[in-house]
């Protein structure tokens, strides 16, 4: 079809007319519109939460406002149609009410997150907001936003994928170890939680099960094990992450915990080890980069050296993960002989005596605790592509303008270690060489 059109004497003439018209002086010429000339008509309104996450992550509410305003203006939307603000709930839900016909508001339920939610960073799938959910069902204008069950919503990952983030994490850094349950590789659970807060408990048991959901196949058959949890009841592993003393003393109680059970396999020894020979831990998975700081500084505290490129790598000589899985787990521990139980003991105060630091495993991408994954001091940390939520926000809204109902695909959230660092997070801007202390 032609891109100009021309009407005369109510008729409707098209391009290929327009040149023997235009010799006879009947006619002017129409300059054709070009495709990128035809924009949008809807405004769109971006409403990202006012208050400021106290533990800085690197997808703060101000750069996922500035990348969703990008991404329109990728898809065309020109910047004049576009409205940033930030707001509280009560703002927010006037501008839901105030929102005319024709409208597109992104709703970013502007609720202040709970200290512990706000360790994990900004983009996680969002506590239940009764009054937004209501203002939402009577605005008049079309929307999108990240509330799990709102008519147009862009699922987030929740704490259960979380969880699975990390202990997926764990078990690729661990894949060519040959695990054994004559000596099961240590590890410690720290599930942080803030006591004066209900929805807190219930994030901290999906966590848990997301964790679960990977690692139980491996404690199921002694290949992994907790040496500071009877692997009963999942509470027993909560931490208290309201403020950095809590984590700490928290922590040292966990140490300790995991040294006096360690001691009974040390029993078969002729010489008693020093009872202040710390305990033997491979990794922990300390759920938040909050946590995983401050459990680094107690770890480096009671003596623990090196970085996560020295840990012992005295178990991972030849089987990988998917061999192991295959084949019967050796004997355990309690059914061997005097000798072979001996035999183990000293395997264990050797690794003790290691004292290697452990793999740190947390999520949030704080600012502060970038340096700490470029200097392998934690392993990984976890975060949700802005870039890619961003994306999927402005497709979304792009279809409300053509009149379609949008069905938005979840954005996943990724694993950062060392191998992919520089790929993630500075190849793309997110953060510059000297903020993550290269």
């Not at 720290?190 to 404690?219: R, V």
């Not at 950095?244 to 020894?269: D, H, M, W, Y």
């Not at 979840?410 to 694993?415: K, L, S």
Request: proline content about 7%; charged content about 20%.
């Amino acid at each position: 079809m032609a891109h100009g059109w021309l009407k005369k004497g109510g008729l409707v003439l098209t391009a290929s007319c327009l040149l023997a018209l235009a010799g006879c002086g009947q006619a002017k010429l129409v300059k054709p519109l070009s495709a990128h000339s035809i924009k949008p008509d809807k405004p769109v309104s971006i409403l990202i939460p006012s208050w400021q996450n106290q533990f800085s992550p690197l997808d703060s509410w101000q750069n996922i406002g500035k990348a969703i305003e990008d991404a329109l203006g990728k898809d065309g939307l020109p910047e004049q149609s576009l409205r940033l603000q930030a707001v509280d709930s009560q703002t927010e839900l006037e501008a839901l009410g105030k929102a005319k016909k024709g409208d597109i508001v992104v709703a970013l339920p502007a609720e202040k997150a709970g200290t512990v939610r706000q360790e994990f960073g900004n983009l996680l799938s969002p506590e239940a907001d009764a009054s937004l959910s209501k203002a939402l069902s009577s605005t008049r204008a079309d929307f999108v936003t990240t509330l799990p069950g709102a008519a147009v919503s862009v699922p987030l990952p929740s704490m259960y994928d979380v969880g699975q983030l990390e202990a997926s994490s764990l078990l690729e850094k661990i894949k060519n170890y040959r695990l054994t349950s004559v000596t099961p590789f240590p590890i410690l659970l720290l599930i942080p939680y803030d006591p004066s807060s209900a929805s807190s408990l219930q994030d901290g048991h999906e966590l848990f099960e997301g964790m679960w959901s990977k690692l139980s196949p491996y404690f199921a058959k002694n290949l992994i094990s907790d040496p500071a949890w009877n692997g009963q009841n999942w509470q027993d592993l909560l931490i208290d992450a309201s403020s950095k003393a809590s984590v700490e003393e928290g922590f040292k109680k966990v140490v300790s915990e995991a040294q006096t059970k360690e001691n009974t396999a040390l029993s078969p020894l002729k010489t008693p080890p020093s009872k202040s020979l710390l305990p033997n831990i491979g990794a922990i998975l300390a759920s938040n980069d909050f946590v995983a700081s401050q459990v680094g500084g107690v770890l480096k505290d009671l003596g623990y050296q090196g970085t996560v490129a020295d840990a012992d790598t005295s178990l991972s000589q030849s089987n990988s993960q998917e061999s192991v899985a295959k084949e019967e787990p050796p004997a355990p521990a309690e059914n061997m002989g005097e000798k072979a139980k001996e035999e183990v003991a000293e395997a264990l105060v050797k690794e003790r005596k290691a004292q290697s630091w452990p793999i740190l495993i947390g999520f949030g991408a704080l600012s502060s605790s970038l340096s700490d994954v470029v200097n392998a001091r934690e392993w990984s940390t976890g975060l949700v592509d802005r870039s890619a939520f961003a994306s999927t926000v402005a497709a979304s809204c792009m279809k409300e303008e053509s009149g379609e109902r949008p069905s938005p695909q979840a954005v996943a959230a990724v694993a950062v270690d060392e191998n992919n660092f520089k790929r993630l997070l500075i190849e793309p801007g997110l953060v510059s060489p000297t903020q993550a202390g290269l």
